[in-house]
């Protein structure tokens, strides 16, 4: 049934003129910068718009876990490893605001985790790379968190109240993310030869997976303008692109580390960076279930799933006793 929830919306823009009476009324309370809450009426396709998105989000919150948590065990100190604890655990806790956002829409956890498994819903492409050294850690955070942070600093302010409360928080947190992986990066940059090596070599690896995850290229994109004027995204892809790229270049001088880009250059007429774009075939590859951990991270889900069923059961076995009990009292009472 919510097949059809996470269908392409990928359609032309309804003008003003094919719009309906109550579509109008709802596209000039996002024209307004009104809030749309849950019990608003809204279009089915700004609902599946939703639905897909926040969903995608909340699954690569929780996807996002497993590249990191594949260190916890070998941090180099007990301080690394508490704030990498800290950090994989602060995803978690992101995966779940977004996952309760979602269900405001009408559709269950249970649901959104069959639809993961089942192939139906994506995650982000990059926790499809592998992390081989402690200086991936770095690279994640400094460049994973500072693009999620760079896509998701202007869904605070999109149209549907639910998620842009929950980006406020999960914002907060992936600052402090992403100053501690280019803290790493620092050390590392600063480190040894055979340490700044890593560091580059981290760099080298997850510059362009970093760049896919803002989506395909503007004329890719099936869901951008539609989503734009519903104002549940704010920023077109390439957009957001060009700004991380201007923001981490020097970030990357000062490390001392080579952007693997040798087209990158400053290009003063324009006032930004020029750069190469990632390898799009590659991630449409890794989207379509083909990269290089697709398939163990969706193992790694599947067997936290089917391992969490006696909990589930639990509970509601709990919550089905709990209400015979409750009813129960009713019938002594009357
Ligand atoms: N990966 O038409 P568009 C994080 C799909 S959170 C996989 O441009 P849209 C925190 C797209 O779904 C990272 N699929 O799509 C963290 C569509 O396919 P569909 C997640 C992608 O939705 C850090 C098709 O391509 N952040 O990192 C990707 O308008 C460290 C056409 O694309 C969010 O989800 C991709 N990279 O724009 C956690 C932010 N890009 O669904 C742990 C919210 C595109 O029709 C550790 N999401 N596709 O089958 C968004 O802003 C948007 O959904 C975009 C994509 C920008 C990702």
Same mark, same amino acid.
């Given at each position: 049934m919510y097949a059809q929830m996470v269908k392409?919306? +990928?359609q032309a823009v309804k003008t003003r003129a094919e719009m309906s009476a109550e579509e109008g009324r709802f596209q000039d309370r996002i024209d307004a910068g009104e809030k749309i809450e849950p019990k608003d009426w809204m279009p089915e396709g700004y609902r599946r718009t939703l639905i897909r998105q926040i969903g995608q989000h909340a699954h690569s919150e929780i996807v996002g876990q497993l590249p990191e948590a594949n260190w916890i065990t070998r941090a180099p100190t007990l301080e690394r %490893?508490?704030?990498?604890l800290a950090k994989v655990q602060d @995803?978690?806790?992101h995966g779940l605001y977004l996952y309760c956002a979602a269900e405001t829409l009408g559709v269950s956890r249970d649901e959104l985790t069959e639809m993961?498994? /089942? +192939?139906?819903? %994506? &995650?982000?492409?990059? !926790?499809? &790379?592998?992390?081989?050294s402690w200086a991936d850690m770095g690279a994640i955070g400094w460049l994973v968190d +500072?693009?999620?942070?760079?896509?998701? =600093?202007?869904?605070?302010?999109?149209? &549907?109240?639910?998620y842009s409360r929950a980006m406020i928080r999960i914002c907060k947190e992936e600052s402090f993310h992403q100053r501690q992986g280019f803290d790493i990066m620092m050390k590392m940059a600063g480190g040894t030869a055979a340490q700044k090596r890593m560091a580059q070599d981290a760099l080298d690896r997850f510059w362009y997976p970093a760049l896919m995850m803002f989506g395909p290229s503007d004329g890719d994109s099936v869901h951008s303008a539609q989503?734009?004027? *519903? %104002?549940? %995204?704010?920023n077109s892809n390439d957009e957001l692109r060009q700004k991380f790229v201007d923001q981490t270049v020097p970030q990357a001088e000062f490390l001392g580390l080579e952007v693997p880009d040798p087209a990158l250059c400053w290009n003063a007429s324009r006032?930004? &960076? /020029? !750069?190469?774009?990632?390898? *799009?075939? @590659? !991630? !449409?590859? =890794?989207?379509?279930?083909d990269g290089p951990c697709n398939r163990e991270r969706i193992a790694a889900r599947r067997m936290? *799933? @089917? /391992? +969490?069923? *006696? =909990?589930?059961?639990g509970l509601m076995a709990h919550a089905d006793k709990a209400r015979a009990a409750a009813a129960g009292q009713e019938e002594a009472v009357a």
């Open positions: 392409s919306t +990928g %490893k508490a704030i990498l @995803e978690a806790g993961l498994l /089942d +192939g139906r819903m %994506k &995650y982000s492409s990059i !926790f499809n &790379y592998p992390t081989l +500072g693009a999620a942070i760079m896509n998701q =600093v202007p869904l605070q302010r999109c149209s &549907y109240g639910p989503s734009m004027a *519903w %104002k549940i %995204k704010m006032g930004a &960076y /020029d !750069f190469s774009q990632p390898d *799009w075939d @590659e !991630f !449409f590859r =890794v989207i379509a279930g936290a *799933w @089917e /391992d +969490g069923q *006696w =909990v589930r059961d």
